[in-house]
């Protein structure tokens, strides 16, 4: 591929002078340790972990869902957390029996859906998100609801046993509600953690009240990145 670019005669683009010699592939690099900071991926892994667990007041919380906490610490840099995290007694060992047993991982957002490990699925577990299905807008506009809701109808049949991860859209978690309700197969987990100023905490309070094994993060926190990080402590237990 050619560089198009045209240069001034003086060797400028604007005000930016060009490096010295010339072209981009001769822009000289910094040599490492011009900054201090710890550069071993595996140091920071360690560190991160242990610094969570010297800060974080996981007292609370039974073991494998203090594990649970942690991971979701880790993705959102906030230690204050456990303080709001609530479950059903069995929620982390019925999950992962459920993984172990090769169910699916239903999300509602294609963030929640990349951020889940696949090296660290027991059973190369589905990962599935109906989101951007082409039927999804017109079965929004029927139902007049939201697309992030719509798309959960067509998880159908798929429910039935499922890890369900829903870290984005409030109406996404009290579309499965109602369908469970209206009796739709249910799911063997429901890790509850939409984040929003509008719905997510009430759908976190309608969720904890369902009868259905849950995982939630009480209030407006949440996010994609935290219900993947749930799903990957309870897919694998090794930090």
């Given amino acids: ?41 595996a140091e920071i892994y360690r560190r991160s972990f242990a610094t969570i667990r010297a800060e974080a007041d996981l007292s609370a919380l039974p073991a494998d869902v203090a594990q649970v906490a942690v991971r ?28 172990r047993d090769g169910a699916p991982i239903l999300c509602d957002a294609e963030m929640v859906a990349a951020g889940v490990t696949r090296a660290r699925l027991p059973r190369a577990n589905d990962v599935v998100c109906t989101l951007r299905d082409p039927r999804v807008p017109s079965l929004a506009a029927r139902l007049g609801t939201t697309r992030s809701a719509a798309a959960l109808d067509l998880w159908g049949p798929l429910l039935d046993g499922a890890v369900v991860a829903i870290g984005n859209a409030p109406t996404a978690l009290f579309r499965l509600l109602e369908l469970v309700a209206a009796g739709a197969p249910r799911p063997a987990a429901v890790l ?14 309608a969720l904890a009240g369902s009868g259905l094994e849950h995982l939630v993060v009480h209030g407006r926190r949440g996010g994609s990145a935290m219900a993947a990080a749930a799903v990957n402590a309870i897919a694998d237990e090794k930090e």
């Avoid at 001769?26 to 900054?35: Q, R, S």
């Avoid at 840099?77 to 993984?99: E, N, T, Y």
């Fill in 1 to 41: 591929m050619t560089d198009d670019v045209r240069l001034p005669a003086d060797g400028v683009t604007g005000d930016v002078p060009l490096p010295a010699g010339g072209g981009t592939g001769d822009v000289p690099l910094p040599a490492a340790g011009v900054i201090d900071y710890v550069r071993d991926g």
């Fill in 72 to 99: 979701m610490i880790h993705a959102c840099g906030m230690v204050d957390l456990p303080r709001d995290v609530a479950h059903s007694p069995g929620v982390v060992a019925r999950a992962r029996q459920a993984l």
């Fill in 192 to 205: 509850g953690i939409p984040v929003g100023f509008i719905g997510a905490a009430e759908s976190k309070v």
